[in-house]
Nanobody, 114 residues
Framework: QVTLVESGGGLVQPGGSLRLSCAVS????????MGWYRQAPGKQRELVAF???????NYVDSVKGRFSISRDNAKNTIYLQMNSLKPEDTAVYYC????????WGQGTQVTVSS
């Protein structure tokens, strides 16, 4: 059984930072390309960053230079360091494989507001 457990969200002021974590079980994690997704109210879920098994990373233009994705294969965990947060980053953040194949976790809410 595959489980994806996101954590680390919260309320932060514009310009602040958060670090999200996603603990993964039930797959051969080190061989998977993994991604962070987000869904804002009234919008479709979108991929914001991904990291390949070889640690190549890519980002959607709106977060380039502000967000950084990383992985720890020993802990079966991916991370998303989010800096210079903006109100438009407010969303529920999820992780999954690139081209998501597994049931979504509960996500973690990120709210950027003064």
């Amino acid at each position: 059984q595959v489980t994806l457990v996101e954590s680390g969200g919260g309320l932060v002021q514009p310009g602040g930072s958060l670090r999200l974590s996603c603990a993964v079980s039930g797959i051969i994690f080190s061989t998977e390309d993994m991604g962070w997704y987000r869904q804002a109210p009234g919008k479709q879920r979108e991929l914001v960053a991904f990291i390949t098994s070889g640690r190549t990373t890519n980002y959607v233009d709106s977060v380039k230079g502000r967000f950084s994705i990383s992985r720890d294969n020993a802990k079966n965990t991916i991370y998303l360091q989010m800096n210079s947060l903006k109100p438009e980053d407010t969303a529920v953040y999820y992780c999954n494989t690139y081209s998501p194949r597994y049931p979504w976790g509960q996500g973690t809410q990120v709210t950027v507001s003064s």
